[in-house]
């Protein structure tokens, strides 16, 4: 039996940057294995909090030129989560194989027996880390998207610069395998429905011994249009990484019921802010009356603008009381020091 093989599609800031292909030592370390392939497919649905158990667009955390890329974590997307299969951790599995060359598949761990999803790719041999990590697979084809990765800028905790992430991940199938379901000799009579050579003018065949490959059904006549017999011909089974994404109804609900306390919280903010303004162009409201009622007090009382006197032009009075003369309405005295600093300008002294 023949180890399986999986593959990332990475991108780099949402444009493709190229495909790797590992091989899973399945034949070594099973259940190490069969965790990661699970997280390629999908298959394992999702765990407890609703959140699928897939690798599909996370990130590359973790970047140490010379030495490793780090991934894997699907939980929180930070290098602080990530789960397994099988429960938060699992045991340890091998840790003999030593990480002796470039592009090898490591589990990253906390130390002993915490191994959950999180993976790294070597850059150089690791003799060091002999007895720490379990060594669980190797890349067959696509190093140098590896490499590129490796070479991008981070910062002081080597986290990349820019968004690294698979942005799409699945299992390959072994060429053959799936013609593999039919016999030879029955899969070359399938192909031979599709021959158009065969068809009769009228697009019908009788069930003949010469021609159709079932002689159980040679006693009923039947109707195969040359389309339906190319689907016949070729439709084989999909592979595993075609196969859909589980959805998880309680993680959609958990989103939508985060988006919709987030458009409150905006709606409120807003409110505020309006009602704060509000009460500044009131309290401005205020003091504007405040000052001119102000004013009129100070008129009313003789003490601002002066009074008005009805007192014929020209007898003298205005002349001897300092008064200013209007034509047929009497004099105003002289306005005092404080009508002439009230009048003179607006202020917001209180």
């Not at 249009?225 to 589980?246: G, H, I, N, Y």
């Not at 009075?317 to 009508?339: D, I």
Request: proline share 5%; charged share 25%.
């Amino acid at each position: 039996m023949s180890n399986p093989r999986c593959f990332f599609d990475i991108s780099l800031e949402g444009k493709l940057l190229g495909r790797v292909i590992f091989e899973l030592f399945a034949d070594a370390v099973p259940k190490t294995a069969e965790n990661f392939r699970a997280l390629c497919t999908g298959s394992a649905g999702v765990n407890e909090m609703g959140i699928p158990l897939y690798y599909k667009g996370t990130p590359f955390h973790r970047i140490i030129a010379g030495f490793m890329v780090q991934g894997g974590d699907f939980t929180l997307r930070n290098g602080k989560g990530g789960q397994s299969i099988y429960g938060a951790t699992f045991e340890d599995e091998d840790l003999r194989r030593e990480i002796d060359s470039e592009g090898l598949l490591v589990m990253a761990n906390r130390g002993k027996n915490t191994n959950g999803s999180q993976f790294f790719v070597s850059l150089r041999p690791c003799p060091h880390l002999l007895g720490k990590h379990v060594v669980f697979g190797r890349v067959v084809k696509g190093y140098e998207v590896i490499e590129a990765i490796s070479k991008l800028p981070v910062n002081e905790k080597d986290h990349p610069l820019q968004l690294v992430t698979i942005s799409h991940c699945g299992q390959l199938e072994r060429k053959g395998k799936a013609h593999q379901k039919f016999p030879i000799s029955a899969r070359d009579r399938l192909l031979s429905l599709a021959n158009p050579d065969s068809l009769r003018s009228s697009g019908q065949e009788s069930a003949n011994t010469n021609t159709f490959p079932f002689p159980h059904f040679r006693s009923f006549k039947i109707t195969l249009t040359f389309p339906l017999r190319l689907s016949l011909a070729f439709s084989f089974p999909r592979t595993q990484e075609e196969k859909p994404v589980p959805i998880s109804l309680p993680f959609a609900s958990e989103q939508i019921e985060a988006l919709k306390a987030q458009a409150l919280k905006e709606e409120e903010d807003e409110r505020m802010k309006k009602e704060a303004r509000l009460t500044e162009l009131k309290e401005l409201k205020m003091r504007v009356e405040r000052e001119g009622q102000r004013g009129q007090t100070r008129r009313v009382d003789g003490r601002g603008m002066g009074d008005w006197r009805d007192e014929p032009v020209g007898n003298g009075e205005g002349s001897r009381n300092g008064g200013v003369l209007y034509k047929g309405r009497g004099k105003m005295s002289a306005p005092s020091e404080g009508s002439r600093r009230s009048t003179g300008m607006l202020g917001w002294d209180d």
